[in-house]
């Protein structure tokens, strides 16, 4: 979670000049800026995203895959009325449908750490955060630019 977290800082620079960036690349001008304000407030959810990641991996490992399912299909039903109410309602449009994203991402990931955190299922898998974790992160590194840039 650490290293994914460290690695999102420079993807989240990117995301924050998506504009600029399409503009120099020869792209449409009012186009790159509807990206760049896009992509500007969907930064949240990269490091939520990783988070969600690195859980939904731990669990599938275990096969504990239906409090999966409950966590992210009350995340979808909770979305539907969260993006409703920031697009609709309060009129933030686009930027209102990353925000509503970004919320989601939170409170999956929240229920899911809560889960993993109080389920007796997760007692002797998960012991909490340690150094050994840090163990040979160049190499999960190597491992982790590839799908970082492929989600750009």
């Given amino acids: 979670m650490f290293v994914l977290l460290l690695i999102s800082i420079p993807l989240a620079l990117i995301w924050a000049y998506t504009g600029q960036i399409l503009i120099a690349l020869g792209q449409d001008p009012e ?64 930027k209102g449908a990353a925000l509503a994203n970004s919320i989601s991402y939170w409170i999956n990931a929240t229920l899911l750490a809560l889960y993993v955190k109080f389920s007796p299922a997760c007692k002797k898998t998960w012991t909490g955060f340690s150094k050994e974790a840090l163990h040979n992160v160049p190499n999960f590194i190597r491992l982790a630019i590839p799908p970082a840039v492929k989600l750009w």
């Avoid at 991996?57 to 999966?68: A, E, G, K, S």
């Avoid at 399912?69 to 609709?88: E, P, R, S, Y």
């Fill in 31 to 94: 186009i790159s800026a509807a990206a760049g304000l896009n992509g500007r407030w969907m930064i949240p959810c990269i490091f939520t995203f990783d988070l969600l990641q690195c859980q939904v991996r731990f669990l599938q490992t275990q096969n504990i895959v239906f409090p999966m399912m409950i966590c992210t299909g009350t995340t979808a039903l909770l979305h539907l009325f969260i993006c409703w109410v920031l697009v609709f309602k309060s009129g933030l449009g686009n």
